[in-house]
């Protein structure tokens, strides 16, 4: 058995105290991380106050693997803002600048048109078939830092 056999020996020497100890520090490791994800939710507003930059899209301002922190306020989005949103049918949020707004006069909605700094066009290939448009449900957030 060689290696494996070696740590089972040494798991079975533990004392029943000393494993649940551990077990225990590692439950309120987890628990601590969740209850801070949770308090950053409340504070920023947003579903996820943090995000990692996947993509080249966005440089040179951005780069793949740059952190950013999410803030969601009441305020109007305003075209030159850089906004993380949700494509319906995509799993992974996008972080791209806000080109054009335009409000309906009727309903007080807002319509949204993104693109990534590097990007040549706009986002319109990227959101969901046959939409031309980003709504204030599809913003998870404005990066903040």
Known sequence: MGWIGEQIDSIKSLQFRQVLTQAISLGMIVTSALIIWKGLMCVTGSESPV???LS????????RGDILFLHMSKEPIRAGEIVVFNVDGREIPIVHRVIKVHERQDTGEVDILT????????????YAHGQ??????????????
């Open 56 to 63: 080249g899209s966005m440089e040179p301002g951005f780069k």
């Open 132 to 145: 031309l448009w980003l709504q204030r449900h599809h913003i998870m957030g404005r990066a903040v830092g």
């Open 115 to 126: 693109k990534g700094d590097n990007n040549f066009g706009d986002d319109r290939l990227l």
């Open 51 to 53: 995000v990692v930059v």
